[in-house]
Each structure stands twice: as C-alpha cells, then as structure tokens.
C-alpha cells in the first residue's frame, strides 16, 4: 500500500524550531521526489520544498527559505523539515506528498501552530 | 512566480448537474504540469489530474481536465454527492510549485 505519514507537529513559541517526518511505504523510495505542502486553516495549499531521491537537489518556497531545511534518509525511507525562526504565519497542517510535477501520493498531514 | 486565479470561488450546482472549473496561469504554463486536486474537510487533497488531461489511478471519468497555455478547465459531469468539496489547479514551473486559491464546489 502506498503510504506516507506525517509526525512532529505541535505547539512552538515564535521563533522557536520543530522538525517534522515523513515515513513512506509501499514505493520506491528513493527514486522519488518528496515535496511538502501546508496550509493554513480555512486558506489555500501553499508549496514549501522538495527534495529529489539522492537528496542532492532542493527547492524552497520564497516564504521559508533560509528558516526551512529539507533532508532525506533513505536507509529509513524518511523526509524531514527543519523548521526554524518560526512565525505565526508558520501556522498550518504540514503534508508530504510524492512527485516532482505534481503529488501522487498524500500523507494525512500533521498541525503545527506558532503561538506565545 | 506563475499565480494560478481559479474561477468560480464557490460554484452552486445539483447532484446530475456538470460543474465548470477554470485556471488561468500569469503566465504560459506547460501542459505537461498542470494538475487538480480534491479537498473534502478535515482530507488531505487527493490528485485527480495529472498533465492537464490524465486522470489519476482510480479517477472517474466524470472527470477531466483540458486547457492550454494560461488557461485550463476541470470539468466533472454529473455531478455526484461525494464530488461536492475543494478543488485545486497546480502547475509546475522552475522547479516550484504553486497552487490556485480554489473553487469550493457546493450543493445548491
């Protein structure tokens, strides 16, 4: 079953950090791009990053570029975001997806709200 | 950066009824990467189209994209209960993504 899950989210003062996961199943993993998408409540998807299956080539939203850092472990079939200087606008449930054009596959996603 | 305008923002319609989504690009977008997406609350968005015109794994064919250059249409016919919900256009362009604001797809 293709799969993607999402963890790490929560509750983080401005300007603190939070790194999240996502673990995949059920492809191959590392032949494939992972993007991360979030959305913040009631608005539309806004893309963050991506990283393609060596981990070598990333891409970053104008919005969190030089706060955000996107890596990979393939041995653990893992993608992460390191979240950092977070601000309230930060806020909004953080999904993984599979692709490069576009996202096959979706995680459930994971909230993480920047609140003092 | 392309910005991707979806048009209506909320479209009323009937179960039976077909429903007309637009997405006009800022600029020309290859057809190759422009997809739409579902959202039903609480959901994560699910892919319906892929490269302006093909369906995803499982997709009705109630559902199709068509579309050229900046501007591109999602059209589901007869329309059904479980088809009222969020839908996305998403294009990719200089290895970024961006997303239009959405059509919220309702009963009337």
């Known amino acids: 079953q293709l799969q993607l899950v999402e963890s790490g989210g929560g509750l983080v003062k401005p300007g603190g950090s939070l790194r999240l996961s996502c673990a995949a199943s059920?492809?191959?993993?590392?032949?494939?791009?992972i993007s991360w998408i979030r959305q913040a409540p009631g608005k539309a998807l806004e893309w963050v990053a991506h990283?393609?299956?060596?981990?070598?080539?990333?891409y970053y939203g104008d919005s969190v570029r030089g706060r955000f850092t996107v890596s990979r472990d393939n041995a653990k079939n893992s993608v992460y975001l390191q979240m950092n200087s977070l601000r309230a606008d930060d806020t909004a449930v953080y999904y993984c997806?599979?692709?490069?054009?576009?996202?096959?596959?979706w995680g459930q996603g994971t909230m993480v709200t920047v609140s003092s | 950066e392309v910005v991707l305008t979806q048009s209506p923002g909320t479209l009323s319609l009937s179960p039976g009824d077909t429903a007309t989504l637009s997405c006009r690009a800022s600029q020309s977008v290859s057809s190759s990467y422009l997809a739409w997406y579902q959202q039903k609350p609480g959901q994560a968005p699910r892919l319906l189209i892929y490269?302006?015109?093909n369906r995803a794994t499982g997709i009705s064919d109630r559902f199709s994209g068509s579309g050229s250059g900046t501007d591109f249409t999602l059209t589901i016919s007869r329309l059904e209960p479980e088809d009222f919900a969020v839908y996305y256009c998403q294009q990719y362009s200089n290895s970024q993504w961006t997303f239009g604001q959405g059509t919220k797809v309702e009963i009337k």
């Open positions: 997806a599979r692709g490069r054009s576009y996202g096959s596959i």
């Open positions: 059920g492809f191959t993993f590392s032949d494939s791009f």
């Open positions: 990283i393609d299956g060596s981990g070598n080539i990333k």
């Open positions: 490269n302006r015109s």
